[in-house]
């Protein structure tokens, strides 16, 4: 038994996370040595292990909370943490290559409180080391030597490639004016949800589990993805900067149509209308107006509807997660991850 799979006291969410980056980290940094130079140095510094310059730093590297819905997910249906430690990694990897494209795509400047990829190196090279993490993901599956290994390629193949519908989908509603709100919700569970359902089904598989286990927790998963996204998007409007690592109402200022806009914007109210008026201009907000087009979303009703509709996920996520079956601890750790990753500090 490995130190990842020794039996622990009750722990936390975040003690959870803790344990998860502590074990996948040695192997992340081992997988990314593979790639070549130029792609290693990009990685690093997306990463937060060093500067632009291959500097040690100590900057925020992520939660980890895909790999640690897949370590705990082998663990769930009586497998180890170990044995699926490739598959964390591979999600890890691909996660990770989403926000390298997703900064490009969005213009953000600024993750985890530094610089983005792209700002340092240039887009052209981010979008490279992007394409260089997704490759070297299904290589380390295809690697693992598990039994599991092709139709885990296939899994996480089929989230990425609804991970790319969900970003074609987000960038087409930047120029849209009729975006409707099951649309938003759509392009979320595609987005979103589809790679955290396949991080818990890849370490259900990893753990040697039976279909209908794999099945189960591939929905949990799916389901505190959707309700993660809504949790997000309220964060995107109303978070502390010192929480999201972005400025406060940065998605009010991009014109992003999250899922509590597009709420507003649907609602029928006379909020929706002062709120169509603001997001149809060319113009930069002022600070005035992003102060005011909060206060429409919430008087439109969208924000209480997004807490509740995150809410209401989370319910039917840990009703698929007690139909697995799954080992006591395993189950206790999983419920924590689902609760934390949607009621987060704001």
Known sequence: MTDLDVPSAHRSAREVLSWSRAGVDPALRAAVDRLPDSMRVIAGYHFGWWDEHGHPTGADPGKALRPALVLLGAQAVGGTAETALPAAVAVELVHNFSLLHDDVMDGDTTRRHRPTAWTAFGVNAAILAGDALLTLALDLLAGSGHSAAAPSIRVLSEATQRLHDGQAAD??????TDVRLAECVRMAENKTAGLIGAACA???????????????LREFGEHVGLAFQFADDELGIWGDPAVTGKPVYS????????????????????????????????RELSGV???????????????????????????????????AGPAERAERELDALARLAIHRDH
Do not use: C
């Open 171 to 176: 960038l087409s509603f930047e120029d849209r």
């Open 202 to 216: 890849l370490g259900a598989m990893f753990g040697d589990g039976r279909a209908e286990q794999v099945a189960r």
């Open 251 to 282: 998605d009010l200022h991009n014109r992003k149509k999250s899922l509590p806009v597009v709420a507003a914007l649907d609602s029928g109210t006379p909020a929706a209308r002062e709120l169509h008026a603001l997001y149809r201009g060319d």
């Open 289 to 323: 107006e992003l102060v005011r087009a909060a206060e429409l979303i919430e008087a439109s009703g969208a924000r209480a509807w997004s807490r509740g509709r995150a809410d209401e996920l989370l319910a039917r996520a840990r009703a698929h997660l007690r139909s």
